[in-house]
Structures are given as structure tokens and as C-alpha cells.
């Protein structure tokens, strides 16, 4: 967590999105996770690196561990705006 974000958290009714926050200290990282229909785009900006998957299979196990860390992400949300 930190200012810029919560900064632009202020703006989350109006932009539609939904956010939680994390100590980004021990949760950071820059590659980008894209999880759409059938496919999961993975980007590093960084290294101008990039893979997309095309598989049923492997977007619906990505979508579950999603689910999953922001099951664990709300709750970590709860205890640093406490």
C-alpha cells in the first residue's frame, strides 16, 4: 500500500473497480497477469517480454488462483486501512 494508491483508490465508485490493498513491501511485483475468456497474458514491461496462452484449461487454474489471492488480498485490505 501506498499514497499514489491510495490516491487513486479515491476514485474507485466512479471508475467501476474494486480494490484491495496489500503491504507491498512483501507483495510486489511489476510483470503484468491478464486472465481473459480463454486466454492469460503474462508481460514484464521491464525485459519488453511477453507470453499469451490460449487454453481453457490453463485460464480457468489461473482464474482460481486469482480467486484465491484476492480472497487473501481483501482480508489483508481489511487489517491495513484498520
Known amino acids: 500500500m501506498n499514497t499514489a494508491g491510495m490516491a487513486r483508490a479515491a476514485f474507485d465508485e466512479e ?14 511485483f511489476s ?6 475468456d480463454n486466454k492469460v497474458m503474462i508481460a514484464s514491461w521491464k525485459e519488453k517480454l511477453g507470453v499469451s ?3 481453457a484449461e490453463i485460464a480457468d ?3 482460481k ?3 484465491l489471492a ?3 488480498a481483501k482480508r489483508l485490505d481489511k ?4
Not at 21 to 28: C, E, H, L, Q, R
Open 79 to 82: 487489517t491495513l486501512r484498520s
Open 65 to 67: 488462483i486469482f480467486e
Open 53 to 55: 496462452i490460449e487454453s
Open 61 to 63: 487454474a489461473m482464474k
Open 70 to 72: 484476492w480472497a487473501e
Open 15 to 28: 471508475e467501476r473497480r474494486e480494490v484491495a490493498f496489500v503491504p507491498s513491501d512483501k507483495y510486489y
Open 31 to 36: 510483470p503484468e497477469i491478464n486472465i481473459y
